[in-house]
C-alpha cells in the first residue's frame, strides 16, 4: 500500500514539471513572435525585445550593435560611432566596424584616421611611410619631404666698423637674405642668411656730435633767416608794383585827350604848273 501512494507522489510531481515547462516555453515564443510588446523600447528604435534592445530602426536612423560584457544590444544613432562607418540599404541602414588598425573610415577599404601608431597614406593605415615620404607624427601622415628654400642675396651694406662709417679705413660690409620654405624633418637643412667680408674705404674724419649739431642749428637759422628775408623783399617789390600800376591809372583818368593835328599834307591844294 505505501508503495503505491509513493508511486502515485512520483507520478503527479513529474506531471507538474511537465505542465510549467510548457508553459516558459510558450512564452518564450510568444516573445520571439510578438517583439513589439515589450515596454524596453528607446526613442529610435522601431522594433526592440528586453533581452537584444534595438531590433530595428525609425528612418534615418543606424542600427549598431554595442557590446556589453559577453551580450550585444542593438541601439539606434544618427551617426555611427568612431571605428564605424555607415550603410544604407532600402530596408535598414547599418553600421559596419572599420578595420583594426584605423581609427575613422569611409568604407572598410578607405580609412580617414589611424589609430596610434600607424600613419595614414591614400586610405590605408601604414606602420612605415614608403619610399620618398616622410611620417609626419603632427598629422599622423606620410606627407612630402620639404627642402629649405632661400631668396637672393641683398645689396652688399656701405663699410662699416663698429656701427660707424667715418674714422677708419678697413671696415666690414654685410648682406642678407631670407627663408622662404623652412623645410620639414628630412628635408635639406637651411643655408646661412648673412655674409660679411672685410672692405676698404677712404678714411674721413667724423665730426663731434655736439659741433656737428651746433653746426646744423646755424645752418637751419641762417637758412630760415634768408628764406624771410627773401620772402619780405618779394613782398615790398609787389607792393611797389602794384602802387605804381595804380598810380598810372589815375593818371591816365585826370590828364584830357589830346586832339589828333591835321595832316598837313592833305590840307594843301595841289600847284598849278600849267603857265
Given at each position: 500500500?505505501?508503495?503505491?501512494?509513493?508511486?502515485?507522489?512520483?507520478?503527479?510531481?513529474?506531471?507538474?514539471?511537465?505542465?510549467?515547462?510548457?508553459?516558459?516555453?510558450?512564452?518564450?515564443?510568444?516573445?520571439?513572435?510578438?517583439?513589439?510588446?515589450?515596454?524596453?523600447?528607446?526613442?529610435?528604435?522601431?522594433?526592440?525585445?528586453?533581452?537584444?534592445?534595438?531590433?530595428?530602426c525609425?528612418?534615418?536612423?543606424?542600427?549598431?550593435?554595442?557590446?556589453i560584457?559577453?551580450?550585444?544590444i542593438?541601439?539606434?544613432?544618427?551617426?555611427?560611432?568612431?571605428?564605424?562607418?555607415?550603410?544604407?540599404?532600402?530596408?535598414?541602414?547599418?553600421?559596419?566596424?572599420?578595420?583594426a588598425?584605423?581609427?575613422?573610415?569611409?568604407?572598410?577599404?578607405?580609412?580617414?584616421?589611424?589609430k596610434?601608431g600607424?600613419?595614414?597614406?591614400?586610405?590605408k593605415?601604414?606602420?612605415?611611410?614608403?619610399?620618398?615620404?616622410?611620417?609626419?607624427?603632427?598629422?599622423?601622415?606620410?606627407?612630402?619631404?620639404?627642402?629649405?628654400?632661400?631668396?637672393?642675396?641683398?645689396?652688399?651694406?656701405?663699410?662699416t666698423?663698429?656701427?660707424?662709417?667715418?674714422g677708419?679705413?678697413?671696415?666690414?660690409?654685410?648682406?642678407?637674405?631670407?627663408?622662404?620654405?623652412?623645410?620639414?624633418?628630412?628635408?635639406?637643412?637651411?643655408?646661412?642668411?648673412?655674409?660679411?667680408?672685410?672692405?676698404?674705404?677712404?678714411?674721413?674724419?667724423?665730426?663731434?656730435?655736439?659741433?656737428?649739431?651746433?653746426?646744423?642749428?646755424?645752418?637751419?637759422?641762417?637758412?630760415?633767416?634768408?628764406?624771410?628775408?627773401?620772402t619780405?623783399?618779394?613782398?615790398?617789390?609787389?607792393a611797389?608794383?602794384?602802387?605804381?600800376?595804380?598810380?598810372?591809372?589815375?593818371?591816365?583818368?585826370?590828364?584830357?585827350?589830346?586832339?589828333?593835328?591835321?595832316?598837313?599834307?592833305?590840307?594843301?591844294?595841289?600847284?598849278?604848273?600849267?603857265h
Amino acid at each position: 500500500m505505501q508503495l503505491r501512494l509513493i508511486s502515485w507522489f512520483f507520478i503527479t510531481l513529474n506531471f507538474m514539471e511537465y505542465i510549467g515547462s510548457q508553459h516558459a516555453s510558450r512564452v518564450r515564443r510568444q516573445g520571439r513572435m510578438h517583439p513589439n510588446v515589450s515596454q524596453g523600447c528607446q526613442g529610435g528604435c522601431a522594433t526592440c525585445s528586453d533581452y537584444n534592445g534595438c531590433l530595428s530602426c525609425k528612418p534615418r536612423l543606424f542600427f549598431v550593435l554595442e557590446r556589453i560584457g559577453m551580450k550585444q544590444i542593438g541601439v539606434c544613432l544618427s551617426s555611427c560611432p568612431s571605428g564605424y562607418y555607415g550603410t544604407r540599404y532600402p530596408d535598414i541602414n547599418k553600421c559596419a566596424k572599420c578595420k583594426a588598425d584605423c581609427d575613422t573610415c569611409f568604407t572598410r577599404n578607405f580609412c580617414t584616421k589611424c589609430k596610434s601608431g600607424f600613419y595614414l597614406y591614400s586610405g590605408k593605415c601604414l606602420e612605415k611611410c614608403p619610399d620618398g615620404l616622410e611620417a609626419n607624427n603632427h598629422t599622423m601622415e606620410c606627407t612630402s619631404i620639404v627642402h629649405c628654400e632661400a631668396s637672393e642675396w641683398s645689396p652688399w651694406s656701405p663699410c662699416t666698423k663698429k656701427g660707424k662709417t667715418c674714422g677708419f679705413k678697413r671696415g666690414n660690409e654685410v648682406r642678407v637674405r631670407e627663408i622662404v620654405q623652412h623645410p620639414s624633418a628630412r628635408g635639406n637643412p637651411c643655408p646661412a642668411t648673412s655674409e660679411s667680408r672685410k672692405c676698404i674705404v677712404q678714411r674721413k674724419r667724423c665730426q663731434k656730435e655736439g659741433k656737428g649739431k651746433k653746426n646744423r642749428e646755424e645752418k637751419r637759422k641762417k637758412s630760415n633767416k634768408d628764406e624771410s628775408k627773401e620772402t619780405r623783399q618779394e613782398s615790398k617789390g609787389r607792393a611797389a608794383r602794384r602802387q605804381n600800376r595804380e598810380q598810372r591809372e589815375n593818371n591816365s583818368k585826370t590828364q584830357p585827350k589830346k586832339r589828333k593835328a591835321p595832316n598837313k599834307e592833305q590840307n594843301l591844294a595841289p600847284i598849278d604848273t600849267a603857265h
